[in-house]
């Protein structure tokens, strides 16, 4: 089993910035792909982009450019550094992973962007 727990999130105006975290347990979690997703008010859950084992990152085309995903397999920890930030990336941030044949989530932070 996997237990992830995000922080980071918070209110910022447009154009600031702003670095979620995802703290995994276990001893794996060097070896899991780990995505970030978001939910904005009204709308369905979005892939944001994700990060495998290796480094290597993909990303949604609304956030290339602004968002970086890194890893630090010390920290069992996944982060989301999040720049120029717009009112529309105003959602609720998770980041996920899948093991097993199960998919684990975190509880969520809560990103808001005034304009």
């Known amino acids: 089993q996997v237990q992830l727990v995000e922080s980071g999130g918070g209110l910022v105006q447009a154009g600031e910035s702003l670095r979620l975290s995802c703290a995994a347990s276990?001893?794996?979690?060097?070896?899991?792909?780990m995505g970030w997703y978001r939910q904005p008010p009204g709308k369905q859950r979005e892939l944001v982009g994700s990060?495998?084992?290796?480094?290597?990152?993909n990303y949604a085309d609304s956030v290339k450019g602004r968002f970086t995903i890194s890893r630090d397999n010390g920290k069992n920890t996944v982060y989301l550094q999040m720049d120029s930030l717009k009112p529309e990336d105003t959602a609720v941030y998770y980041c996920?992973?899948?093991?097993?044949?199960?998919?684990?989530w975190g509880q969520g932070t809560q990103v808001t962007v005034s304009s």
């Open positions: 276990g001893s794996i979690f060097r070896l899991l792909v």
């Open positions: 990060i495998n084992s290796a480094g290597n990152t």
């Open positions: 996920a992973t899948n093991y097993l044949a199960n998919t684990y």
